[in-house]
């Protein structure tokens, strides 16, 4: 229980918590979202609870975490586990982009395959009774939890582009993408914004535009929207393609790009 962590939390709902042992569950110490301006955070989590890790060893070297039984490791929580895991994943990404493209993959390319192959965990430990997570996106586990799985599998990559040159405003991109049968189709686009004045009202300073027609000449928005996303600079677009193979068209429109031009990542793959 959260209770039990070092200064731990006396006073529910946190207090009776359970930390551990489900790897559907969100911990309730763990932040949530969303950002004053309505912007999804956090982007995705990952383990943070309950980690086995090493001690460096000495009677004073281990204060706030849980003995494990063994003198040379621990058991310990939170962000220093969670994001460690992700570097590591994200090092491993990094090293097979660089070599596939011949060159350092962007941020945002390494953005886009994480949000793409994000693993949604709703509706969480407690399950549909007593939900605790809505479908992602959203303001508790952002796209989802960490999930490299797919990255690796190649034979899933529809399409990947790192585009260094950019966009300006009013200029739109389409590409038109031959998906075999699977079962969903997903869709990310990722750049790294501007940043904002602190004062600002509403911080996304370039924005992108995502949407996805499917064959039928049906269009889906991105991030469970029924419209665009003046928001985020992150969108993923996820559908059902079981049985629906066929000729799908990714379009990105640049909205609203003050400061051009605006470089971006876009990653498609069949799960």
């Not at 686009?189 to 992108?208: C, F, G, I, K, M």
């Amino acid at each position: 229980r959260s209770s039990d962590l070092p200064g731990g939390f006396q006073s529910p709902p946190l207090r009776d918590d359970s930390s551990a042992d489900n790897p559907s569950g969100m911990a309730a110490f763990s932040s949530r979202g969303p950002t004053r301006d309505g912007r999804i955070k956090p982007d995705l989590v990952a383990p943070a609870a309950h980690v086995l890790t090493v001690a460096s060893g000495g009677a004073g070297s281990c204060p706030g975490l849980f003995p494990s039984g063994n003198s040379r490791y621990v058991r310990a929580y939170g962000t220093s586990m969670a994001a460690a895991l992700v570097a590591g994943n994200l090092a491993s990404m990094r090293s097979l982009l660089a070599l596939r493209q011949g060159s350092e993959p962007s941020a945002s390319l390494l953005k886009a395959f994480v949000v793409n192959g994000a693993a949604d965990l709703c509706p969480g430990q407690y399950g549909d009774q007593l939900a605790e997570i809505p479908a992602a996106p959203n303001p508790v586990e952002g796209w989802g939890k960490m999930n490299s799985e797919f990255f690796f599998k190649e034979g899933s990559w529809v399409k990947v582009l790192d585009d260094r040159e950019g966009m300006r405003l009013g200029e739109s991109r389409a590409f038109k993408l031959e998906v075999p049968s699977g079962k969903q189709l997903r869709v990310t686009l990722a750049w790294t914004d501007y940043p904002s004045l602190p004062e600002a009202r509403q911080h996304l300073v370039n924005d992108l535009d995502l949407r996805l027609v499917d064959p039928e000449g049906n269009v889906c928005y991105p991030n469970n929207r029924s419209s665009r996303d003046p928001l985020n600079n992150a969108e993923r677009v996820v559908v059902d393609v079981s049985g629906k193979p066929g000729d799908y068209t990714v379009e990105i429109t640049a909205w609203n790009v003050p400061l051009a031009p605006q470089p971006f990542a876009l990653v498609v793959q069949v799960l």
